[in-house]
């Protein structure tokens, strides 16, 4: 080999390397869940997590995963506006050398329904969708003209930051369901957000209420 070939080669294997660790991280930031080719089938039906196609470039996106149950004892909810505070934790893989992210959620659990009447409840998230303040359930109606919201007659939830207020028991249209197939509940009554604050797939079984899941989504 030539002094001229051999100058060339050597030149160009850090290039190649170099392309070569370029490829790993493109393909992770295109499609997270990566993996080997060997299912390419898709079928999307409806928002992306019902995605259908194992591994692959078209596998199923990474989704949070729940740390543990949250239940209560629907003795917890004697009657209408009891309500319960509580933190859901859950973890989202992340490429990293921590290999996930853990964030933690403040929630309210609220009894809509009357005594006699099945148990019904709001289970929302506390963090404002307007700017992700932390927000207040006020069980004394009266407290709400604190919130530039005067005259109301039942319960609400109110943000302390920027005076958003939101009724539990009015559902207000916004383009998504929530996980029972309706319009979310706590419409925006008053202030800037511009919509309901993230709710959870919850479910009673026998005397417990059972938190299963977060909604998806960011703030707003």
């Known amino acids: 080999m030539e002094r001229r070939d051999f100058l060339k080669v050597l030149i ?24 080997p080719l060997s299912d390419i089938r898709f079928n999307v ?3 992306p997590t019902e995605w259908t196609g194992e591994k692959g470039l078209v596998g ?24 319960q505070t509580f933190t859901f934790a859950q973890r989202s893989k992340e490429y990293t050398f921590r290999h996930f992210q853990s964030t933690s959620i403040p929630a309210y659990a609220v009894r809509l329904s009357k ?3 099945a148990p019904d409840f709001i289970v929302i998230s506390r963090i404002c ?15 709400a003209a604190a919130y530039n919201y005067p005259g109301a007659t039942h319960p ?20 998504t369901k929530d996980f029972t197939g309706q319009d ?17 797939e919850w479910k ?7 938190i299963v899941s977060a909604e998806l989504g960011g703030i707003s």
């Open 156 to 175: 609400l939830f109110a943000c302390p930051c920027h005076l958003s207020v939101y009724d539990p028991l009015q559902r207000q249209s916004i383009g």
């Open 115 to 117: 005594e006699g009447e």
């Open 12 to 35: 160009s294997i850090p290039v190649l390397g170099g392309l070569l660790l370029f490829v790993s991280p493109l393909f992770r930031y295109l499609r997270p869940t990566t993996g």
């Open 129 to 143: 969708p307007h700017m992700g303040c932390v927000f207040n359930f006020l069980p004394d109606p009266a407290e």
């Open 204 to 210: 009673v079984d026998g005397d417990k209420l059972v």
């Open 184 to 200: 979310p509940r706590g419409k925006v009554v008053s202030g800037p957000a511009p919509r309901p604050p993230r709710g959870f």
């Open 60 to 83: 199923p996106p990474d989704l949070p995963e729940k740390e543990r149950d949250i239940v209560f004892n629907l003795s917890d909810f004697k009657k209408q506006w009891d309500f």
């Open 45 to 47: 039906k409806g928002n």
